[in-house]
């Protein structure tokens, strides 16, 4: 299996700060990466695909990058309704695996 | 644009099997590859496993031994049935459509999920 890390796994932020968060995998997956976001009691949702492709319908303060082992979603200016929990996905492998998640509350 | 509706028993006893539908509107079940998808409450998201509509599927190795995935085409539903459950399988469970964009395969369309608790 291919393991995904991510850091931090929760943090604490502002309305209009840059927040970045981080997903590791295990091994190369060139840029066969996902993000979702969750809210609470939701469904998560595609926000980047292929690391860096913006799904439909994203605000475009949503941000993807990396390729290899190493990877980062930003949020250019964090708004009300980005205060979930984000999760990473490999589909490199398909015994697709997902990170344990980064949950971005209110500072 | 695809909308997805899990179904089915909100309570499962150990050792017996869970079976779950998922309803798809907006769309054909011919369309796509189709998955699911399980949370521990309070934990991460697991995947369980993947069918495109001919029949051909892709288990998670965890679960392959318990787990089977079905498609009905006429009734635009999928199914999950996961045998010998423990209270470890306690979950929401959802239903994704799985997309393919230049081979990087992603889950795009969410149902909204369903609770299953496994007690006696």
């Known amino acids: 299996d291919i393991q995904m890390t991510q850091s931090p796994s929760s943090l604490s932020a502002s309305v209009g700060d840059r927040v970045t968060i981080t997903c590791r995998a295990s091994?190369?997956?060139?840029?066969?990466l996902n993000w979702y976001q969750q809210k609470p009691g939701k469904a998560p949702k595609l926000l980047i695909y292929a690391s860096s492709s913006l799904q439909s319908g994203v605000p475009s303060r949503f941000s993807g990058s990396g390729s290899g082992t190493d990877f980062t979603l930003t949020i250019s200016s964090l708004q009300p309704e980005d205060f979930a929990t984000y999760y990473c996905?490999?589909?490199?492998?398909?015994?697709?695996?997902f990170g344990p998640g980064t949950k971005v509350d209110i500072k | 644009q695809v909308h997805l509706q899990e179904s089915g028993p909100g309570l499962v006893k150990p050792s017996e099997t869970l079976s779950l539908t998922c309803t798809v509107s907006?769309?054909?079940?011919?369309?796509?590859?189709w998955t699911w998808i399980r949370q521990p409450p309070g934990k991460g998201l697991e995947w369980i496993g993947s069918i495109y509509y001919i029949g051909a599927t892709n288990y998670n190795p965890s679960l392959k031994s318990r787990v089977t995935i079905s498609v009905d085409t006429s009734k635009n539903q999928l199914s999950l049935k996961l045998s010998s459950v423990t209270a470890a399988d306690t979950a929401v469970y959802y239903c994704a459509s799985q997309s393919e964009y230049s081979g990087h395969v992603n889950f795009d369309y969410w149902g909204q999920g369903t609770l299953v608790t496994v007690s006696s």
């Open positions: 996905q490999q589909s490199y492998s398909t015994l697709f695996t």
């Open positions: 907006g769309g054909s079940i011919t369309s796509y590859y």
């Open positions: 091994q190369s997956i060139s840029k066969y």
